[in-house]
Every structure is written in C-alpha cells, then in structure tokens.
C-alpha cells in the first residue's frame, strides 16, 4: 500500500521559512515523479510544485517561484518543499502527491497524503 | 496562472443524475486529454476520480462519467447516493508552461 506522510508544518511569522517533508512508502520513490499541491482554509486546491525522477525537471505555480524550492532524496525515499519569505496567502494544508500512471508532469494524482498545516500570521 | 472555472455548487435527489462543468481555454482543458476529476470529503485528501478526460480509475464507481466539449469539461455522477455529497474539483495540464491548474470546486449536495 502506497503512503505519503507529510511532516513539518506549522504556524509561522511572515517572512519566515519552514521546510516540508513527505515520506514515501509502499512503491519505489526513485521511480516517481512528485507534487506538491496545497489547499487555503475553506478554498479549492492549488498546485504548487513538481519535481521529475532525478530531479531533471522542476517547475513552480507562480504564486510561489523564486520563494519556494522542491526538492527529493531518494535514499530516504522523502520528498522536500522549502518554503522562505513567507506570507498570509501561503497559509494552506499542503499534501505530496505522485501518479501511479506515469512520470510526466500532467499526469493525474493518484496518490495523497494526509496534508500538513502551514500557518502563517504574526 | 487562472484557475478553471466551475459553479461554486450544484444539487440533485438520491438516484438522480448531475453534471459538473470545467471552463478553461484551448492551452488547457480544450487542449490536449490531460483533464482530470477529484473528490474531496470534509477534512480528506482528494480523491482521483476520473482521469484522462473520461477514463476511470480501479475502484471508481461507473456512476462516474467524464466528457468534454470544446474548452468545457464535464463530470456527470449518475444515480446519486448519499456519499456523493463532497467537493469535486476539475484539473488539466496547462500546455506550453508545464503547470497544473485545478477548477474552484463544486460543492455537490446529495438532498
């Protein structure tokens, strides 16, 4: 069975940095390419970043490039977001999410975790 | 990036049928096949409903459907049941900026 766990989440000041981990288990990280995708309190989803197998290709939402940078060590099989500048609108739940169907960034989400909790408020 | 736009909320009785819409442009939902559908329940991860524009995935009930008509995609839920009741968003690869965009959401309620 396929898990991801996030960790690291937390409340911080604005401009602050935190730093996200996922925690694979239940496939063969090495071998899937992986997203971060986050959700405001009480709005939709929003995608935020994707990382290839090797790390080879790596693209970021708008919102956040140049402030956020993704990241994967495939010998801990765990999957990385550091997040710095930090402000009141990346407060969100932020689930790692990989597809079973293929490596390609546009492929579907089959696998989430639970989420992660990133508050930012002074 | 603009986000897809779906009704904030959409209804219908136990057994009955209803479709979600998905409005973007031709880069991305009219673009390619890359047109997907989540589930969400309060307090949950999202859930892989319908991928592919119309594909569904092992497990997905067939009362799941996917379509699409030009820039608009659609997800029908047929003979509803009361554990329908939950936010589905639509999402689709955005072209040329290797991004990913996702609907707002829709709220579906099972009455």
């Known amino acids: 069975e396929v898990q991801l766990v996030e960790s690291g989440g937390g409340l911080v000041k604005p401009g602050g940095s935190l730093r996200l981990s996922c925690a694979a288990s239940?496939?063969?990280?090495?071998?899937?390419?992986m997203n971060w995708v986050r959700q405001a309190p009480g709005k939709g989803l929003e995608w935020v970043s994707f990382?290839?197998?090797?790390?080879?290709?790596?693209y970021y939402a708008d919102s956040v490039k140049g402030r956020f940078t993704i990241s994967r060590d495939d010998a801990r099989n765990s999957l990385f977001l550091q997040m710095n500048s930090l402000r009141a609108e990346d407060t969100a739940v932020y689930y790692c999410?990989?597809?079973?169907?293929?490596?390609?960034?546009?492929?579907?989400?089959?696998?989430w975790g639970q989420g992660t909790l990133v508050t930012v408020s002074s | 990036q603009s986000t897809l736009t779906q009704p904030p909320s959409a209804s219908g009785s136990p057994g009955q049928s209803v479709t979600i819409s998905c409005t973007g442009t031709?880069?991305?939902?009219?673009?390619?096949?890359?047109v997907s559908w989540y589930q969400q329940h309060p307090g949950k991860a999202p859930k892989l409903m319908i991928y592919?524009?119309?594909r569904r995935p092992s497990g997905v009930p067939d009362r799941f459907s996917g379509s699409r008509s030009g820039n608009t995609a659609s997800l029908t839920v047929s003979g509803l049941q009361a554990d329908d009741e939950a936010d589905y968003y639509c999402?689709?690869?955005?072209?040329?900026?290797?991004?990913?965009?996702f609907g707002g959401g829709t709220k579906l309620t099972v009455l």
């Open positions: 999410a990989t597809s079973a169907r293929g490596i390609q960034n546009w492929r579907p989400l089959d696998y």
């Open positions: 239940g496939l063969t990280f090495s071998t899937y390419s």
């Open positions: 990382i290839s197998t090797t790390s080879s290709h790596i």
């Open positions: 031709s880069s991305d939902v009219g673009g390619d096949n890359y």
């Open positions: 592919e524009v119309y």
């Open positions: 999402c689709s690869d955005a072209g040329i900026n290797n991004l990913r965009v």
